[in-house]
């Protein structure tokens, strides 16, 4: 009996499945130079009015720290006029800015080309806190305690317990500029007002959408324990949306 001759073996000939072409990887978004300037050592906020001083020391006396009660303070009648600018305050930028499920930062600089003079990290996530904005006003309480001859300047404090609406949330902690703070102050050095979304990959680690809104601030000093931060709606009507208040007592 005779066998067919066996088929010469042909490496070459095995199937081998094809790999697709490797796709090429999306760059990343390039960080821009920082050009930001160096807040300025000499300008002083300016004092505010006998009337929001007296206004800062009630403050201090109503129960806002408790989180079951709510506080309803305004400004003083005629303490905001037609322009929307408080008498005797200074003009600021603030920034809150964050990823929608990491915690949101507030940056204050004194114009939106300078470094921050003040980061603030506070214990509520970015998307909560947009959502909460959406409330007819909103006002942040941060509370440190007074020490016997502390010289510390009331916003160098590095860390407070935090209220919203007179609710406690945790805590806020005042932090350095890191790359990345820079990074988005730097993108955002032409905005004055207004809120949007930056790109998801340009600070690490990404997680999404990178969300902020800006906005002008009156600082008014109340005193060396008390500052207020008072959010100017760009319409200049219906006092501000968003009211931000340190305290050390």
Request: proline share 10%.
């Amino acid at each position: 009996m005779s066998f067919p001759p066996p088929s010469p073996r042909n490496p070459s000939a095995a199937a081998v499945p094809e790999l697709p072409p490797a796709s090429p990887r999306t760059p990343r978004t390039p960080r821009p130079p920082i050009t930001l300037t160096e807040p300025s050592k000499t300008k002083r906020p300016a004092k505010s009015s006998k009337a929001l001083r007296a206004l800062r020391s009630l403050f201090r006396t109503f129960p806002i720290l408790t989180p079951a009660c709510s506080f309803h303070a305004g400004l003083p009648r005629g303490g905001r006029p037609h322009d929307g600018h408080v008498h005797g305050a200074s003009r600021t930028t603030g920034t809150l800015f964050g990823h929608r499920k990491a915690r949101i930062t507030l940056a204050i600089q004194e114009n939106p080309g300078s470094v921050p003079v003040l980061l603030l990290e506070l214990a509520i996530q970015t998307g909560k806190f947009m959502q909460e904005m959406g409330s007819e006003h909103l006002r942040i309480a941060l509370e440190c305690e007074k020490k016997a001859n502390d010289k510390v300047r009331l916003l160098d404090e590095p860390l407070w317990t935090a209220y919203m609406n007179g609710r406690k949330i945790g805590y806020a902690v005042k932090r350095e500029a890191t790359e990345d703070d820079l990074t988005v102050m730097q993108l955002l050095h032409t905005v004055s007002v207004g809120a949007g979304v930056l790109p998801s990959d340009i600070v690490e680690p990404a997680e999404g959408d990178l969300a902020y809104m800006r906005a002008h601030f009156d600082r008014v000093v109340g005193s060396k324990d008390s500052e207020s931060f008072y959010m100017l709606n760009p319409d200049g009507n219906n006092g501000p949306e968003l009211s931000i208040f340190f305290i050390r007592i």
